[in-house]
């Protein structure tokens, strides 16, 4: 392994493909170039995302780093930071590539479903809702390959909202592939 690398050996790849997936959803990076600090985060809602939380916690420690986390009260967030150069440098080029390894797909899936979906129990769906609709349509199309239907389409606009959002609606079917979603 070359210096700056991540040891991404350290962690199964379906794991590691839920850490992008996630960041995608609810994640941010940031440089701060006069203090040399390259900070990683993920947000979680503090009050019903504990096993999430855990779950990304016990990834990242698996793979040598040691997060921190913050409460931050005035939104009811947790949040993960990695101050970590070289994961800020591994995640900066990486995370938003959708030529996934197969053995990435479904953790990412999971990971983003864990960051922007929820399941009705009750009527028997699952729903993610985001603004980026080429990232809906890779998932689409890799639940497609699983056999798992899904559906995509516009949401309703209301005037608060500044950019276009989507629903992928997905069959429960999904529950039944192994996934690492700790939502569906």
């Not at 999430?52 to 040691?66: D, E, P, V, Y």
């Amino acid at each position: 392994m070359r210096s700056g690398e991540i040891n991404t050996d350290l962690i199964p790849p379906n794991k590691f493909g839920y850490l992008k997936g996630f960041f995608i959803g609810d994640g941010y990076k940031f440089h701060d170039l006069s203090g040399r600090k390259f900070y990683t985060e993920f947000y979680l809602n503090s009050e019903r995302d504990n096993e999430i939380s855990s779950f990304i916690l016990k990834t990242l420690r698996s793979i040598k780093l040691n997060p921190q986390t913050y409460k931050d009260k005035r939104y009811s967030c947790i949040r993960i930071r990695i101050n970590n150069k070289k994961f800020y440098s591994y995640f900066n080029k990486n995370y938003k590539k959708m030529n996934l390894p197969k053995e990435e797909i479904i953790g990412f899936i999971s990971g983003f479903l864990d960051a922007e979906g929820y399941v009705n129990n009750e009527k028997n769906y699952i729903v993610i809702t985001n603004t980026d609709k080429k990232v809906l349509e890779f998932i689409k199309r890799k639940l497609s390959s699983f056999s798992v239907h899904s559906t995509l389409k516009n949401k309703w606009k209301s005037e608060k909202m500044k950019k276009n959002s989507y629903n992928l609606y997905i069959s429960v079917k999904f529950k039944s592939i192994p996934h690492l979603s700790i939502k569906a």
